[in-house]
């Protein structure tokens, strides 16, 4: 589970057309295979962290499968990379799909043996890997978008892609809940059902495979060229983080934004981390069980953001940045204590509410900063570093919290998040807003 990630973005719906996804068959092909898989993927991350509470240390174990599925957003560069140089990518994404349901065969069989702690380092790597690959497809299904969809209607496919993404993530997370409840916590069947997800996602391309015969495909490059394609690509991927990095530390304004959302997303990833943990011992905040509860702590968090950008109050859009930034920091803050003192779901639930639906209406305004207070050749060097930054803590903060967690315990793992919290809207007041365009 995230909070108030800044890496998530909600494009507003209203300019959705089903119109075009009806008429366009390769389009729609694609579309129904992707929706597929992220219903698939939606269930089995659910299902990894309820399977992980069954464990002997359900704490660590929780702690660990929520640390792994943030892990791949470090390696996106790499996935986006290798997708570029398939040479086939309508057909390496039926192979994804078969590749998929192989894990998710292999994780029910697991499921099937007595809990222990390398079948949980398998579990990790089944779900890893199972994040990687619905990378790599997301990828492939792109590149295959720009091929079929003409330029005019590609921005219009791709925000209906994008919306219907959203809703079935969201349909995900209720229908595993209920699922795994009528299974009474059978894994092994319920990685069965997931099979059949992918199966059918597979049998969609299958179907319609001679919409995409015409494609032409780039020459393969040898394994001797790709492999030192992938190391001149991350040597020049060092080479220019370190480049931007100086360059943005020395525009002060923007490099102090970019610190202040770091740190608010390495305290975002860090607070998700450590209440799925809490939530496994502090039964007050449940809802009937652990299962529900994170599901709907899930739910209003991406109804909060789709909310925000649908209909964002013009009164928080008004404010400058650095009052949006106290303002979000503030409730993260109010959450660490509701979480830790109240004990009150139903609170909880209001300021989680508001923090994602402001944080929805907060972030196009950030990169609206970025754009215009970096002159135009510079912009995709900022946002690069900007990424890559913000990337990066996502998976630190969960780890830190973990690790934390497990020599410090609860009590203190929740203060350091408080100080945190203290010290990023303290920052936050302390930073200077500039507009005008650097070089």
Avoid at 209 to 233: G, N, W
């Amino acid at each position: 589970m995230s909070i108030n990630l800044c890496l998530i973005y909600f494009l507003p719906i209203r300019r959705f057309k089903c119109s075009f996804f009806l008429q366009h068959k390769p389009y729609r092909v694609l579309t129904l295979s992707i929706l597929l898989g992220i219903f698939g993927t939606t269930l089995f991350d659910l299902v990894s962290v309820l399977y992980a509470a069954t464990f002997p240390n359900p704490e660590l174990a929780v702690g660990l499968a929520s640390l792994i599925t943030s892990l791949p957003y470090v390696f996106d560069f790499i996935v986006g990379y290798v997708s570029d140089r398939a040479s086939n990518s309508f057909k390496a994404m039926k192979l994804v799909r078969w590749l998929q349901m192989s894990l998710y065969v292999f994780f029910g069989v697991l499921t099937l043996l007595k809990p222990s702690w390398w079948v949980f380092v398998l579990v990790l790597a089944i779900n890893f890997m199972s994040d990687i690959i619905g990378n790599y497809t997301a990828y492939l299904n792109l590149s295959l978008n720009r091929r079929v969809v003409d330029e005019e209607n590609f921005s219009l496919a791709i925000s209906f892609r994008k919306g219907m993404s959203n809703i079935v993530t969201l349909a995900g997370k209720s229908v595993g809940v209920m699922l795994i409840a009528l299974l009474a916590h059978n894994y092994f069947l319920f990685a069965l059902i997931n099979v059949l997800v992918f199966l059918a996602s597979y049998l969609v391309l299958r179907r319609g495979r001679k919409l995409f015969d015409h494609l032409d495909e780039p020459i393969p490059e040898s394994k001797e060229q790709q492999a030192e394609s992938l190391k001149a690509l991350i040597c020049q991927f060092v080479r220019d983080t370190i480049t931007n990095f100086t360059f943005l530390k020395s525009q002060s304004s923007i490099f102090n934004l970019v610190m202040i959302y770091s740190s608010m997303n390495l305290l975002s990833s860090a607070m998700a981390t450590l209440l799925m943990i809490y939530l496994l011992s502090v039964k007050e905040l449940q809802l009937g069980s652990y299962a529900v509860t994170i599901t709907v702590f899930e739910s209003i968090e991406l109804v909060a953001f789709f909310l925000g950008s649908l209909f964002p109050f013009d009164f928080y859009r008004k404010w400058s940045i650095r009052s949006n930034l106290l303002f979000e920091n503030s409730l993260a803050l109010l959450m660490i204590i509701s979480i830790f003192v109240w004990h009150n779901p139903i609170v909880l639930f209001t300021l989680l509410f508001l923090s994602s639906y402001a944080t929805a209406i907060s972030n196009p305004k950030s990169d609206t900063i970025v754009i215009f207070s970096i002159v135009e050749e510079r912009q995709n060097a900022v946002f690069s570093i900007f990424s890559t930054i913000v990337t990066a803590t996502v998976p630190l903060g969960a780890a830190v919290i973990l690790a934390l967690n497990q020599s410090l315990g609860a009590t203190w793992s929740w203060t350091l998040l408080a100080f945190l919290a203290v010290f990023n809207i303290g920052y936050t007041c302390f930073w200077k807003e500039e507009t005008r365009a650097v070089s």
